[in-house]
């Protein structure tokens, strides 16, 4: 098996941009999952398949996945983005799936 | 309405068992893979088991051996037997449904507490 490496907090400014990575060996082999999680709330998927954004997600949100790192971008960044963020992937060797460490985004 | 609905979570003691509920609604249960995840105590998540649309099912070794997931399509339900339960597997579990290698629907999460 294998980990997918988050940074444990980003911290970041209104308006400004905060990037979340997700590092793995050749993980841009894969397709890469993000999901929001803030405190009693279920989980919220705001990437899927790398760059997808389901219905409902403001476009501030964005993702790109190459070589060893996904990365989510959240961009013009807003008080209610403070949250919990998971990268997963799907591991079609193992049939197992996979989430990040997490990463816990503050903003300022 | 689209839901998971999860029960059968208290305290257990070290090396007991106990037996996770999930109800499921609003969608056609059987097309779908299913899977339960947890998150810990201040911990991150964490996938502990899955179960495909065949029945075919999947564990990371963390609880290979020890919990089993099984589904009823009749009752639209999904079940996690967790056997064997250490202090370690204390956690929040959830009802997930799968689309496509992705999550798309939570349940609302059961507490399992094992503690002596």
């Known amino acids: 098996s294998y980990v997918l490496t988050q940074p444990p907090s980003v911290s970041v400014a209104p308006g400004k941009t905060a990037r979340i990575t997700c590092v793995e060996n050749n993980i841009g082999d894969k397709s890469v999952h993000w999901y929001q999680w803030k405190p009693g709330q279920a989980p919220l998927m705001v990437i899927y398949y790398d760059t997808d954004r389901p219905s409902g997600i403001p476009e501030r949100f964005s993702g790109s996945n190459s070589g060893n790192t996904a990365t989510l971008i959240i961009s013009r960044v807003e008080a209610g983005d403070e949250a919990d963020y998971y990268c997963q992937v799907w591991d079609s060797g193992s049939g197992h799936h996979v989430f990040g460490t997490g990463t816990k985004v503050t903003v300022l | 309405e689209v839901q998971l609905v999860e029960s059968g979570g208290g305290l257990i003691q070290p090396g007991g068992s106990l037996r996770l509920s999930c109800a499921a609604s609003?969608?056609?249960?059987?097309?779908?893979?299913m899977h339960w995840v947890r998150q810990a105590p201040g911990k991150g998540l964490e996938w502990v088991s899955g179960?495909?649309?065949?029945?075919?099912?999947y564990y990371p070794d963390s609880v290979k051996g020890r919990f089993s997931v099984s589904r009823d399509y009749a009752k639209k339900s999904l079940s996690l037997q967790m056997s064997n339960l250490r202090a370690g597997d204390t956690a929040v579990y959830y009802c997930?449904?799968?689309?496509?290698?992705?999550?798309?629907?939570w349940g609302r999460g059961t507490l399992v507490t094992v503690s002596s």
């Open positions: 997930v449904r799968e689309n496509s290698r992705y999550f798309d629907l």
């Open positions: 609003g969608f056609t249960f059987h097309t779908f893979d």
């Open positions: 179960i495909d649309s065949t029945g075919a099912t």
